[in-house]
């Protein structure tokens, strides 16, 4: 059973950087993708990556965020840098395809990423 255990969330200035982890049990032959919910708003893609290591993000984020995964440690990671305020949100880890929320049935429960400006 895939099981997805997120972490490295907390509070930073606006231009500070912050690492996410994704521990993935399970998960190996999924696309792995994080995403992330403000409040009142929907739950929208940020960034994924798939077996071969290819990757696709987010408009509102490229040049900013780096996807990467350690298959060896099972670990997903989402590098943010030069974060903005309106980043602040709850980063889900997810396990499957695509970049539609509907194609990932695996999710991790989240990690609150707060930017203050």
């Known amino acids: 059973q895939v099981q997805l255990v997120e972490s490295g969330g907390g509070l930073v200035q606006a231009g500070a950087s912050l690492r996410l982890s994704c521990a993935a049990s399970?998960?190996?032959?999924?696309?792995m993708a994080w995403f992330r919910q403000a409040p009142g708003k929907e739950r929208e893609f940020v960034a994924a990556?798939?077996?071969?290591?290819?990757?696709g993000y987010a408009d509102s984020v490229k040049g900013r965020f780096t996807i990467s995964r350690d298959n060896a440690k099972g670990t997903v990671y989402l590098q943010m840098n030069s974060l903005k305020p309106e980043d602040t949100a709850v980063y889900y880890c997810a396990a499957g395809y695509g970049t539609s929320r509907n194609g990932y049935p695996y999710w991790g429960q989240g990690t609150q990423v707060t930017v203050s400006s």
């Open positions: 399970a998960a190996s032959g999924y696309a």
């Open positions: 990556i798939g077996g071969s290591s290819s990757t």
